[in-house]
């Protein structure tokens, strides 16, 4: 996910400071992805170097207001327009512990997909019931947050689908006699 192009896009509504900026970012995306404060600073500090935000002075209590430049307006026009990438996958930590895990003595792999499925079905059930929750109102905040809502619930069905696939796996690979 790309901070900088999320808070590009926000500009483009009205200038904002950094605090307004992270609680309109959580509160578009559902508070699924929480946003750091320094995180939000430093990258708009990036982007007042790279001529793709301004600030616009004060607004009367102390905070420094950034509003999107006309460089910042092309750079996210295009970021809508441009597919994501799918060049690199992106680090998995769960694939990465299980492949270790199995290259590893002592490490009870199967124990470490039980306990993530459990996690992850847990999650589920949280996505699915804040869909629920949310589906009936017609908002367009509300619909940004049902997008995000259903890509959580889809990549976690995967992942409890992988994770079958991970214990088949095992299984195999312990023979017939386990």
């Known amino acids: 996910m790309t901070i900088r192009h999320s808070l590009l896009a926000l500009l483009q509504d009205r200038p904002r400071y950094g605090y307004q900026l992270r609680i309109e970012f959580e509160d578009r995306t559902g508070s699924s992805w929480p946003l750091n404060i320094g995180q939000v600073y430093t990258t708009l500090d990036r982007l007042e170097r790279d001529g793709l935000v301004r600030k616009d002075g004060s607004d009367g209590e102390g ?12 750079e996210v026009r295009n970021w809508f327009t441009m597919p994501v990438p799918r060049t690199s996958p992106p680090r998995n930590e769960l694939a990465i512990k299980l492949a270790l895990g199995l290259t590893l003595p002592g490490v009870d792999v199967g124990a470490a997909i039980h306990a993530q499925r459990a996690v992850s079905i847990r999650a589920l059930q949280e ?52």
């Open 63 to 74: 905070h420094v207001i950034y509003s999107i430049t006309p460089a910042g307006l092309v």
């Open 127 to 178: 996505y699915t019931k804040a869909r629920r929750d949310m589906a009936s109102q017609h908002r367009a905040t509300d619909t940004a947050r049902l997008l995000v809502l259903d890509s959580l619930i889809f990549q976690t069905e995967a992942e409890v689908r992988w994770l079958d696939l991970c214990e088949a796996r095992l299984m195999q690979l312990a023979g017939p006699s386990a």
